[in-house]
């Protein structure tokens, strides 16, 4: 399966405990990007990298969340002190390095639940 | 601001016939459409796209068509098929951001 994966696919937590989800994108996809879809609306962008660096963060990215993509390949986006809002589907997507043109494929998504 | 807006919630269609799917966008700079499917619990699936140059683009059963001066695109299935049902997401995004700004999505059910 060359597609994007995720993991865990389901996440329980406790209010204030912290959360860390992985993202391993399409092998020749340069450009990584973390989504957030809470029920009945669409994805909501948070994050992108382009290799190693992350070139945009959303205002809906406070500062407890932080993502990393340290080698370029698979990313990391954590939760600290997570909050019952925080409940939601986390969906990473990757593409080429091209530019906005090019289609975005994504994983499965993690669904976080904060109790 | 929600720049990317599917206002209809969801659409019954019977098999066979067609399926369209509205989607209208404020942003006058977006450049780059795309529809996606998505399944309960999967992540969403690209379906197809179009670029502001064209006002049309098909593939198999499905067709995208693009109104650029009424901020308007619209997503054609036909023949609708049981497997169609989902949820459709509208999405839009300029050559230059590359992050996609999402509908709220249409939820389909194809019955028989």
């Known amino acids: 399966d060359t597609g994007v994966s995720q993991d865990p696919r389901h996440k329980i937590t406790k209010r204030g405990q912290n959360v860390t989800f992985r993202c391993d994108p399409i092998?020749?996809?340069?450009?990584l990007y973390w989504y957030r879809q809470t029920l009945g609306q669409g994805p909501e962008f948070l994050t992108y990298?382009?290799?190693?660096?992350?070139?945009?963060k959303s205002r809906l990215l406070s500062d407890r969340f932080s993502a990393e993509r340290p080698k370029g390949s698979f990313s990391t986006l954590e939760i600290q002190r997570t909050e019952q809002g925080d409940s939601a589907m986390y969906l990473c997507?990757?593409?080429?390095?091209?530019?906005?043109?090019?289609?975005?494929?994504f994983g499965p998504g993690t669904r976080l639940t904060v109790l | 601001d929600q720049q990317v807006k599917q206002n209809s919630p969801s659409l019954s269609v019977q098999e066979g016939r067609i399926s369209i799917l509205n989607c209208d966008y404020t942003?006058?700079?977006?450049?780059?459409f795309l529809w996606y499917k998505k399944y309960p619990a999967e992540g969403p699936t690209f379906l197809i796209s179009?670029?502001?140059?064209?006002d049309k683009n098909e593939d198999g059963r499905f067709t995208v068509f693009l109104n650029k001066s009424a901020k308007h695109l619209s997503l054609h299935i036909v023949p609708s098929q049981p497997g169609d049902s989902a949820v459709y997401f509208c999405?839009?995004?300029?050559?230059?951001?590359?992050?996609?700004?999402f509908g709220a999505g249409t939820q389909v059910v194809v019955t028989p």
């Open positions: 942003n006058s700079m977006f450049d780059y």
């Open positions: 092998s020749e996809h340069n450009r």
């Open positions: 997507a990757s593409t080429s390095e091209r530019g906005g043109t090019d289609t975005q494929y």
């Open positions: 179009i670029s502001s140059i064209k």
């Open positions: 999405a839009a995004t300029t050559f230059s951001w590359g992050k996609l700004q």
């Open positions: 990298f382009q290799n190693e660096a992350q070139l945009e």
